[in-house]
């Protein structure tokens, strides 16, 4: 029970922060949170993620029937649930209307771009998820065909939805993909946006890989053979300490940046 109020109260703390980071506007967005094989915290529809209490979130089975709780769930229940269903690893996730990301989802043009080495090991390639009308069966089959290669998609038209081993990855995941659409379009005004190196990719994924870090990545880099079927949760860091990481992410960040000089 008392893990059960701590999850209900991290809910609320990040949909204030969507809220407050303009992700989303008025009642828009949705969280949900697994907390064990058949039992789900979910946000209500018609309550804006910036002033929800721990007492409007529902709880709900994998089916969506409602088993406590006095509000009603968000009506893009489905696609939670979808995800939860398709992958056994993820605990958490997050659909918002962040304005850059929005805009790639509405222009068509999914993140699949090597423009940064942290996009490239962190976020992979981020896909569109074909277009469906909310609250019906369209949006999950849409995302069943990505989820399991991937970190979370843009939902053509729509906005974004983003899963994780954890609520404050999938929140990750999303600050990660909307700002990663911030500077691509920066670039692109600038006419500037070019990409890394096949090579430069190559590098990163072996960093992603030795991280545990599933999915796909730009330029059809592919990641060494076995990683997608072991399904991976695709995490940040999985298995390594705080120092392995910073050591890699230094001695990456270092390879790259001599390749990237030799071309300046
Ligand atoms: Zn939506």
């Not at 918002?96 to 423009?115: K, M, R």
Request: aromatic content about 6%; some cysteine; charged content about 25%.
């Amino acid at each position: 029970m008392i893990t059960e109020i701590k999850y209900k109260k991290q809910i609320c703390d990040i949909g204030k922060r969507i809220y407050d980071k303009g992700f989303v506007a008025a009642n828009d967005g949705n969280i949900s949170i697994r907390i064990s094989d058949n039992e789900f915290l979910i946000t209500p529809t018609g309550v804006s993620k910036g002033s929800l209490t721990p007492e409007m979130i529902i709880k709900v089975d994998k089916e969506g029937n409602v088993l406590d709780g006095d509000y009603r769930p968000t009506s893009e229940m489905k696609m939670h649930l979808l995800v939860y269903q398709e992958r056994p690893d993820i605990q958490a996730v997050v659909h918002v209307h962040p304005p850059f990301a929005t805009a790639f989802a509405i222009a068509g043009i999914p993140l699949d771009q090597a423009i940064m080495p942290e996009s490239v090991v962190f976020l992979g390639t981020i896909p569109i998820a074909e277009y469906g009308t909310p609250s019906t069966e369209e949006i999950p089959n849409a995302v069943k065909k990505y989820v399991h290669e991937h970190q979370g998609v843009l939902l053509e038209n729509h906005g974004t939805l983003t899963w994780g081993k954890d609520l404050e990855h999938a929140y990750y995941l999303l600050e990660s993909i909307e700002f990663t659409a911030k500077i691509n379009w920066i670039a692109k005004q600038l006419n500037g946006d070019r990409e890394l190196s096949k090579t430069h990719v190559q590098t990163l994924v072996e960093m992603k890989t030795k991280m545990g870090i599933a999915g796909k990545s730009p330029l059809g880099v592919d990641t060494p053979e076995g990683i997608h079927s072991k399904k991976v949760t695709p995490s940040i860091g999985q298995g390594l300490s705080e120092h392995d990481l910073n050591v890699i992410i230094e001695g990456v960040s270092k390879k790259v940046l001599n390749e990237l000089k030799k071309h300046l």
